[in-house]
């Protein structure tokens, strides 16, 4: 009885004369028949990935009281199949690009490459708090009433708009999904749809600053600090002018990251922190324009870095001046992935509000002292998030993809976490010395620097965790923990709160930031211990325990 087995070979169809048939085939002992495993290396392992440029070659092996005919391909065939191999080989590499190569490395060079891959991104997060710190540094040597008008002022503008992040995670994510699969066209289709939803949440933001910004910052700052709530006012309703363009800019910015063009959206953000500084120094300083100016200053940085940003999207061959409505199903898929996203950020920016909401009820000093600690704090903690972009770039690939390996995973995770360590070991040092040794920077008030001085020791222990837990909460993103990480936080914020409570009423402003650093080491905690479990995405070998949503609209 005969068997027929096929192989699949790369060289294009043709006749060989050196192939034998079956009626005729020269007829092999079993003892001069080598072994099955002597025949592998000639059968490429990745032929399977190939499958539209290959044709069939046959190996016939009939089987015979003395043993089994081997058919044998010509030796021309083999070259083909051996050189086309390889180019598809190659081919592949170049497709999986840096990813693979950062998940073959050892520790230390995946150390090295991950901060060349953070480089630009940490521009792009410390350009958003350089412009508020930049604002809190010039309105300081001005006014102290104004300075602490900038605390509850900064609440409604800055926080408020960590409420729509999900819009960059959103995007991020389909961009790089579409692009993943060469479709251009769906790329393009993203991002339209999402530049509307962030124009449309940008006029209702807009329209609420209008309607309801006086009356947010008087319920904010209590009946005790009324009067900051006029020089409060002010900022807002000028800053909110450029929501719109802060949102669109937002899209565009996660549309190129999720291209891996970090360069463009770098770009933007430089030329707007320079335009935000110089408005500052000239409209606060020279022209006397105060807490007005420094608003009129950061809104004209937002409406620069947006254009630029939109531009940017241009250049890389796609339209971002094209808005799409998105139909009823899209709709449900983004808020499918946004809406875990959406109750994280919810839970940090209600957290800080809160931490803000207590320092206010304290006086003005002690107002003005936490807005300058707040702002720093703010400054340092960014440069921990690129750590969380690079998890949520280089870990999919490992959890979920082709060349799936949760054992390299754990050690790019190993690798994050040490960077992270180190960093906010680092950060909390200059962190801490700033205020420390240079509080004139700030203000020249000795009842506002006394205040600061009380707070450095919760300030340096919230700070030097802040990096890690973004590498752990980056590694859950990435693998799409998103129930436990909405979970983890609302629990955070509750335990938080009731921290915050219990501290701020006893303790003033040095209680407020000891219960900050809680908060930080509960969210390390709670995601480190998740990473940890046997159950958990690093170690589970159920893949459809944490399934990718599918994306792809129709």
């Not at 700030?442 to 222990?461: A, G, N």
């Amino acid at each position: 009885m005969a068997f027929k087995l096929q192989s699949m070979a790369l060289a294009r169809p043709r006749r060989n004369p050196n192939i034998v048939s079956p009626s005729t085939s020269s007829t092999f002992s079993n003892h001069h028949l080598p072994p099955l495993h002597s025949f592998a290396p000639s059968l490429p392992p990745n032929l399977c990935l190939s499958a539209s440029t290959i044709h069939r070659t046959r190996f016939v092996i009939a089987s015979t009281t003395r043993g089994q005919e081997l058919i044998e391909t010509s030796t021309e065939d083999e070259g083909q199949i051996s050189e086309a191999s390889e180019e598809d080989r190659d081919e592949e590499t170049v497709r999986h690009g840096e990813k693979k190569e950062l998940a073959k490395q050892g520790i230390w060079s995946q150390m090295k490459e991950i901060v060349m891959f953070t480089g630009p991104a940490t521009g792009l997060w410390i350009c958003g708090p350089l412009m508020s710190l930049i604002d809190t540094a010039v309105i300081g040597q001005g006014s102290s009433i104004e300075l602490a008008a900038l605390g509850p002022a900064t609440v409604v503008c800055d926080y408020m708009s960590y409420v729509f992040m999900f819009l960059s995670v959103a995007t991020s994510n389909m961009v790089a999904t579409a692009l993943a699969k060469q479709d251009r066209e769906e790329v393009q289709h993203h991002i339209s749809v999402l530049l509307f939803i962030g124009l449309a949440c940008g006029f209702v933001m807009l329209l609420f600053t209008r309607l309801f910004g006086a009356a947010t910052l008087t319920a904010f700052t209590g009946p005790k600090n009324v009067h900051i709530v006029s020089a409060a006012n002010i900022y807002v309703q000028i800053r909110g002018l450029a929501w719109p363009a802060l949102l669109v800019g937002w899209v565009a910015q996660s549309a190129s990251l999720g291209m891996k063009d970090s360069w463009g959206p770098l770009k933007a953000l430089a030329a707007a922190s320079v335009v935000n500084g110089i408005g500052d120094i000239l409209l606060c300083t020279y022209l006397g324009y105060g807490i007005a100016g420094a608003a009129w200053a950061t809104m004209a940085s937002q409406i620069v870095a947006a254009y630029m940003m939109i531009q940017t999207l241009n250049m890389n061959g796609y339209n971002a001046f094209a808005f799409s409505i998105p139909s009823g199903k899209e709709l449900v898929m983004i808020l499918g992935l946004a809406a875990p996203v959406f109750m994280t950020m919810m839970s940090k920016v209600a957290f800080y509000s809160l931490l803000i909401y207590f320092a206010t009820s304290m006086g003005t000093h002690t107002v003005a002292a936490h807005q300058v600690m707040l702002q720093t704090f703010s400054m340092c903690t960014v440069w921990g998030e690129p750590l969380s972009q690079t998890a949520q770039s280089f870990m999919p690939e490992l959890i979920y993809g082709a060349n799936r390996s949760l054992s390299k995973a754990r050690l790019l995770l190993r690798s994050l976490v040490i960077i992270g360590a180190t960093l906010g070991f680092s950060l909390g040092i200059v962190g801490t010395s700033v205020p420390c040794l240079f509080p004139y920077i700030f203000t020249s008030d000795q009842m506002v620097i006394q205040e600061m001085h009380k707070v450095l020791i919760p300030y340096f222990v919230a700070l030097a965790v802040t990096p890690p837990t973004h590498s752990l909460e980056g590694t859950l993103l990435a693998g799409r923990d998103l129930r436990f990480i909405s979970l983890s936080m609302s629990g955070c914020f509750c335990v938080g709160a009731l921290v915050l409570l219990i501290l701020s009423s006893r303790y003033g402003l040095q209680g407020c930031w000891f219960a900050l650093a809680v908060f930080q080491w509960v969210r390390f905690s709670m995601a480190l211990q998740r990473l940890l479990s046997p159950n958990g995405i690093l170690y589970s070998e159920d893949i459809d325990q944490h399934k990718l949503q599918n994306l792809r609209t129709s």
